[in-house]
């Protein structure tokens, strides 16, 4: 082989693989490529070892229902997934009922929108984030309403990007992040005028804890919406596929246990909230939420091969190979307790502090 046809043969090698890895595949709204995977605010050298020791919680179900180690398991949970999320998914980390003719983006801004104006509020009102994330929800839901939102995540690495993602959009002076966790929140009572989470509150330990906590800091007259993720009426506790496929959703999406539909009301009750409204936004005739986790598997064997190149060059932690792994299987249990029926990602409920206690 002469040295042209050679040099050319390493160019366009080069050049297939920097679009392999930089640009196929990447999310729809890039905020993450995938030379940048990290483990968050986890050292390089320690991702296997936290993903080892995260993967171990669940084999230990006595640790599990010891509350207090749950926000050091979510908080690890989301070090290792954060920047595979915002590669493979984008900037909001839910769901959202597919709408014939719009994109994923465009169904999911919808969804989000939809949760701030049964809040009523009018621009300039404060409202609460519960769970933000990197503050996809927020930013939409800032630019929609011109209300001002303060967010707030247990994930220092979140907050970070958050704050990047606010400042380019735009909406850093409409958008705040605060690092925290959401059990015992620095808010003073009676601060914000609605508050919303959308697919967040599933990471608490006992829901009544979240619950009064965002009663506390809301203002009497206001307005908090939940999107929740339950077991439904048709989840049956003794078909063992139901059950590998809501465990499986439990390991791996850092849930310290499913809870059912039934009891979201009454919680939300016990803690002094007055329910006004309660509807799964999964059912018909919502379109199917699980279509967008139906990545076919030469898409999804490119991802893999994507990160598995870039750990063995030393690019990216070894570990995050095993969370994107997680991540697919966990994407095969979800679908299939969205096709079964017996698990919904947004049981959604309205709900007013009243006036007076």
């Known amino acids: 082989m002469d040295s042209l046809t050679l040099f050319c043969t390493g160019s366009l090698l080069a050049g297939g693989l920097f679009w392999f890895i930089c640009i196929?595949?990447?999310?729809?709204?890039?905020?993450?490529?995938?030379?940048?995977?990290?483990?968050?605010?986890?050292?390089?050298?320690?991702?296997?070892?936290?993903?080892?020791?995260?993967?171990?919680?669940?084999?230990?179900?006595?640790?599990?229902?010891?509350?207090?180690?749950?926000?050091?398991?979510?908080?690890?949970?989301?070090?290792?997934?954060?920047?595979?999320?915002?590669?493979?998914w984008g900037q909001s980390f839910h769901f959202s009922p597919s709408i014939p003719g719009k994109s994923h983006h465009q169904a999911t801004r919808l969804h989000e929108e939809m949760a701030v104006d049964l809040l009523n509020v009018k621009p300039g009102s404060k409202i609460l984030d519960a769970g933000c994330g990197v503050?996809?929800?927020?930013?939409?839901?800032?630019?929609h309403s011109g209300a001002n939102v303060v967010g707030i995540t247990i994930n220092e690495y979140q907050v970070g990007r958050a704050r990047a993602h606010n400042k380019k959009a735009g909406l850093d002076a409409l958008c705040e992040v605060v690092c925290g966790n959401f059990l015992e929140m620095p808010f003073g009572d009676n601060t914000f005028d609605g508050a919303y989470s959308i697919e967040a509150t599933c990471h608490a330990p006992k829901l009544e804890d979240v619950y009064g906590e965002i009663y506390r800091v809301m203002k009497p007259g206001s307005m908090y919406v939940s999107y929740e993720w339950v077991t439904t009426e048709l989840y049956d506790e003794n078909n063992p596929e139901h059950v590998e496929a809501i465990q499986g959703i439990e390991r791996g999406d850092a849930l310290p246990g499913l809870r059912s539909y039934s009891d979201i009301a009454d919680v939300a009750k016990r803690v002094g909230f007055e329910v006004v409204m309660e509807k799964d936004l999964a059912k018909p005739p919502a379109n199917p939420w699980w279509t967008r986790l139906k990545m076919g598997r030469i898409a999804y064997w490119r991802n893999h091969i994507v990160v598995t190149v870039l750990a063995w060059l030393g690019i990216a932690p070894k570990g995050v190979v095993d969370v994107h792994e997680m991540l697919f299987v966990t994407a095969d249990h979800l679908s299939k307790g969205g096709e079964t029926g017996i698990f919904s990602p947004m049981h959604m409920i309205l709900c007013r502090k009243p006036e007076t206690n």
């Open 24 to 88: 196929l595949g990447s999310a729809e709204q890039k905020g993450k490529r995938a030379v940048n995977l990290s483990g968050g605010s986890i050292s390089k050298d320690n991702v296997q070892d936290k993903y080892d020791q995260y993967w171990s919680f669940f084999r230990r179900p006595k640790e599990i229902e010891t509350a207090e180690k749950v926000p050091d398991f979510v908080d690890t949970f989301y070090n290792l997934v954060t920047d595979i999320y915002e590669w493979g």
């Open 135 to 143: 503050g996809g929800p927020m930013r939409a839901i800032a630019a």
